[in-house]
Nanobody, 129 residues
Framework: QVQLVESGGGLVQAGGSLRLSCAAS????????MGWFRQAPGKEREFVAS????????YYADSVKGRFTISRDNAKNTVYLQMNSLKPEDTAVYYC??????????????????????WGQGTQVTVSS
């Protein structure tokens, strides 16, 4: 059974940066699409970014495009989310998720009943103004 553990969240001032990590255990995910999602208080969970199994292709939500970068190190079974120029509206619990297969595009991340292999427990990111 695969487990995903996020880390790297915290409190940061607007304009600052954080780097989130998502470490997988239980099986290798080098052939799986991966993604980051977030949920702010009182709001539904939303897509942030996704990455192909090889790391060669990515997708981003419009709200984070140009500020966030998703990457992966398959040798370490870890996915990262570098967040720069953070804004108060980025405040949320950030979750990583693994696709059950290679899917990582909108057919996967836009479908709440999609093919998700596992979710992490989440890490809190708070951006102060």
């Amino acid at each position: 059974q695969v487990q995903l553990v996020e880390s790297g969240g915290g409190l940061v001032q607007a304009g600052g940066s954080l780097r989130l990590s998502c470490a997988a255990s239980g099986r290798t995910l080098s052939s799986n699409g991966m993604g980051w999602f977030r949920q702010a208080p009182g709001k539904e969970r939303e897509f942030v970014a996704s990455i192909s199994w090889s790391g060669g292709s990515t997708y981003y939500a419009d709200s984070v495009k140009g500020r966030f970068t998703i990457s992966r190190d398959n040798a370490k079974n870890t996915v990262y989310l570098q967040m720069n120029s953070l804004k108060p509206e980025d405040t949320a619990v950030y979750y990583c998720a693994a696709s059950a297969g290679k899917s990582y595009d909108s057919s996967w991340y836009s479908n709440p009943d999609g093919d998700f292999l596992a979710w992490g427990q989440g890490t809190q990111v708070t951006v102060s103004s």
